[in-house]
T-cell receptor
């Protein structure tokens, strides 16, 4: 158990509404990530954080913003949800080293449906 | 953008048969990781390969990293029903800032 909690686990919302997903870790790790998983695409990085208030974009960041005001929490916000953002969202942390050295530990996932 | 290709997309095997999934990149990777995701679950780290030509084994699983560090494979010997799931590779490029995941290979094991 890597001490990662995602909330909510399931959410159904309507197009145009804002949505925030929360990732909480209990082990004070520096690196945190948000991925989305879609059939035929594998896992794609949305945003990542390398410390409090330090974030950067991944390969599919358009339409998403993130914030990290505390080490333990990494929030993913969809300002105005669209149907193309229907997906399963995974938060991940890495225990060691830099971006390319640590294994990723994933949360249980948050299934978002945008109608 | 960077891309790691993974084949096959699906594989059905009889229990006891072997299974292999392959990942390929058009350019050299720094390192590659492998993950397993059970149906309805989350990806779980299996292994990381860093060196050219590296081979690592975990019981019935054998992982290889090509000499040119552009391809990798995962081979499972004598599959069991517990091997069911989707296997992903994730490659990291020199100077990059993220792992690029392959599209995964979904393994079904028929008892």
């Amino acid at each position: 158990d890597a001490g990662i909690t995602q909330s909510p686990r399931h959410k159904v919302t309507e197009t145009g509404t804002p949505v925030t997903l929360r990732c909480h870790q209990t082990e004070n790790h520096r690196y945190m990530y948000w991925y989305r998983q879609d059939p035929g695409h594998g896992l794609r990085l949305i945003h990542y954080s390398y410390g409090v208030k330090d974030t950067d974009k991944g390969e599919v960041s358009d339409g998403y913003s993130v914030s990290r005001s505390k080490t333990e929490d990494f929030l993913l916000t969809l300002e105005s949800a669209t149907s193309s953002q229907t997906s399963v969202y995974f938060c991940a942390i890495s225990y060691t080293g830099g971006l390319n050295t640590g294994e990723l530990f994933f949360g249980e996932g948050s299934r978002l449906t945008v109608l | 953008g960077q891309q790691v290709m993974q084949i096959p997309q699906y594989q059905h095997v009889q229990e006891g048969e072997d299974f292999t999934t392959y990942c390929n990149s058009s350019t050299t990777l720094s390192n590659i990781q492998w993950y397993k995701q059970r149906p309805g679950g989350h990806p779980v780290f299996l292994i990381q390969l860093v060196k050219s030509g590296e081979v690592k084994k975990q019981k019935r699983l054998t992982f290889q990293f090509g000499e040119a560090k552009k391809n990798s494979s995962l081979h499972i010997t004598a599959t069991q029903t517990t091997d069911v799931g989707t296997y992903f590779c994730a490659g990291f490029y020199p100077g990059g800032n993220q792992f690029y995941f392959g599209t995964g290979t979904s393994l079904t094991v028929i008892p």
